[in-house]
């Protein structure tokens, strides 16, 4: 199984982007799955969670508001939907499941 995050980029600060993490298999409703990101010289951090069944999501608090998680288990896909973006929100952003499968990162950049 493999997790690739993509749709990072440049941004100029308050603007939007639509990060995905694609799955090869069939996993998200099998597994808790999270955002983390990691900037320079900083510890991870946690973004945002979906539960094991679905019924329940967790944003952090530097991000709430802003950042929507969500997913398509018919497309094998997790989205993180961020809005009115920060300097801070700059880093590279990864999806991991619940068992610590951890994909590759993408990296956003919010300019100001």
């Known amino acids: 199984v493999q997790l690739q995050a993509y749709g990072g980029g440049l941004v100029q600060a308050g603007g939007s982007l639509r990060l995905s993490c694609a799955a090869s298999?069939?996993?998200?409703?099998?597994?808790?799955v999270a955002w983390f990101r990691q900037a320079p010289g900083n510890e991870r951090e946690f973004v945002a969670a979906?539960?094991?069944?679905?019924?329940?999501?967790y944003v952090a608090d530097s991000v709430k508001g802003r950042f929507t998680i969500s997913r398509d288990n018919a497309e094998n896909t997790l989205y993180l939907d961020m809005y009115s973006l920060k300097l801070d929100d700059t880093a590279v952003y990864y999806c991991?499941?619940?068992?610590?499968?951890r994909g590759q990162g993408t990296q956003v950049t919010v300019s100001s």
């Open positions: 979906y539960s094991r069944s679905g019924g329940y999501t």
């Open positions: 298999v069939r996993t998200f409703n099998r597994y808790a």
């Open positions: 991991q499941r619940d068992d610590n499968l």
